[in-house]
């Protein structure tokens, strides 16, 4: 069956430390790959999206990795501060014209 | 900056009403899509609207229908509100490539009661 896993458990770190989050998936061929940022209670905000062909890409502390071997992307925020503390979610396409597909999404609780 | 504006944050219905959930967009943008998040199920599609008229069925369309006059505007509708939809429910749009991201709107928290 196609899945797409995110840690179920809220990732806690210290400020200034660098924050790693896991999307894994199975039985899907995507394109793209995407991380969104959600705060309680809004939308999703889309940070960063990954294209098939690329191994890695940076946005200021934000940096995404995608492993098509391994079906595997990683969210990295590098010096990380309390402001960052969010849940984010991982989302890709499988080629089905314009649909996302979501993961559950990781908390991430980023202390002074 | 691209906004996606849902009519309302809170709304409270009693079981039986219909109720209509309405999205506007500003970008032109040619996809909309209705999503409903509830605590560990995450994200789910409900429809998706590729162009103005044109609706197709997501992963949990049952109970509800849309409508796409304009391109602009993406309304969902529950036909007969249950307890069961009480959710948080959030529009999104997108050009009509995913090689761009979503923009969602601030999501209305719908209670059936």
């Known amino acids: 069956s196609q899945k797409i896993e995110q840690n179920s458990e809220a990732l806690n770190i210290q400020e200034g430390k660098t924050a790693t989050l896991t999307c894994n998936y199975t039985n899907y061929s995507p394109a793209y790959l995407q991380w969104y940022r959600q705060d309680p209670g809004r939308g999703p905000v889309f940070l960063l999206l990954?294209?098939?062909?690329?191994k890695e890409k940076r946005k200021e502390r934000l940096k995404v990795t995608f492993d098509t071997t391994l079906k595997q992307s990683l969210f990295h925020i590098t010096a990380s501060q309390p402001a960052d503390s969010a849940t984010y979610l991982c989302a890709l396409d499988n080629n089905q014209g314009g649909k996302l597909i979501f993961g559950q999404g990781t908390e991430l609780s980023v202390k002074p | 900056d691209v906004k996606v504006t849902q009519s309302s944050r809170y709304l409270v219905k009693r079981t039986g009403e219909k109720v209509f959930l309405e999205c506007v967009q500003d970008m032109d943008h040619e996809n909309m899509f209705w999503y409903r998040q509830d605590p560990g199920l995450g994200l789910r599609l409900i429809y998706f609207s590729y162009d103005v008229k044109m609706k197709e069925k997501g992963d949990i369309p049952e109970g509800y229908s849309v409508s796409r006059e304009k391109k602009e505007r993406f309304s969902l509708i529950l036909e007969s509100a249950s307890t069961n939809q009480t959710s948080m429910y959030l529009c999104a749009s997108s050009l009509a490539t995913t090689a761009y991201g979503y923009t969602f709107g601030s999501g209305t928290r719908l209670t059936v009661v």
């Open positions: 990954i294209r098939e062909n690329e």
